[in-house]
């Protein structure tokens, strides 16, 4: 069974950094690209990166391009997800996904963890 | 700015069979924009329904349908009930390895 499990959030300050994580199980880590998605309070989803199976290629949304860095260990399963320079507007419940089809490449989220919140407050 | 464009809202009758779409400001939507579709409830994950325009996901009943429709990707559910009633969401590939999700449509079974 593929289960997706989110670590890291919690309450951080404007311009502050935050590192996510999300642990993959049930299915060969590499084999697939993951993606983040969030969610704000009240407000639709939002992609927000994605990182190829073997790490090579990453690409980001408008909204965290230059403040965001995603990165993964395939030897540990994992994911990650960097925000830096925090904004009021980076609240939200920040997923991990993972893509249906192997490959390295992202043809679309099918697999969710439960979601992890990320609250940018003084 | 590339837009994925979904109806705010829509109504359906117990029963009855409802078409939500999902389409592109800059252009049509075709297989090549692997249209995703996912159903969430307040206070949960998303579920994801369709991918790859049209493939069930586990679990899903083959009432969720998928397609393309004109230029938009489209998911119909037929014999709504009332435990369809979600926010249902379209996830498109844009290129440059870049994917927008719609807005999202509200769906109310009544």
């Known amino acids: 069974e593929v289960q997706l499990l989110e670590a890291g959030g919690g309450l951080v300050q404007p311009g502050r950094s935050l590192r996510l994580s999300c642990a993959g199980s049930?299915?060969?880590?590499?084999?697939?690209?993951m993606t983040w998605v969030r969610q704000g309070p009240g407000k639709g989803l939002e992609w927000v990166s994605v990182?190829?199976?073997?790490?090579?290629?990453?690409f980001y949304a408008d909204s965290v391009k230059g403040r965001c860095m995603i990165s993964r260990d395939n030897s540990k399963n994992t994911m990650y997800l960097q925000l830096n320079s925090l904004r009021a507007e980076d609240t939200a419940v920040y997923y991990c996904t993972r893509d249906w089809q192997s490959g390295g490449s992202s043809y679309g989220s099918v697999y969710w963890g439960q979601g992890i919140l990320v609250t940018v407050s003084s | 700015q590339t837009v994925v464009t979904q109806e705010p809202s829509f109504s359906v009758s117990p029963g009855g069979t409802v078409t939500l779409t999902c389409g592109l400001n800059s252009g049509s939507v075709s297989t090549n924009e692997y249209p995703t579709w996912y159903q969430q409830t307040p206070g949960q994950a998303p579920r994801t329904l369709l991918y790859?325009?049209?493939i069930r996901s586990s679990g899903v009943p083959d009432r969720f349908s998928g397609s393309i429709l004109g230029n938009k990707a489209a998911l119909t559910i037929t014999g709504a009930q009332a435990d369809d009633e979600s926010d249902y969401y379209c996830l498109l590939y844009v290129g440059s390895g870049i994917w927008v999700f719609g807005g999202g449509t509200k769906l109310t079974v009544l």
């Open positions: 049930g299915f060969i880590f590499s084999d697939y690209a």
């Open positions: 790859n325009t049209n």
């Open positions: 990182i190829s199976g073997n790490g090579d290629s990453t």
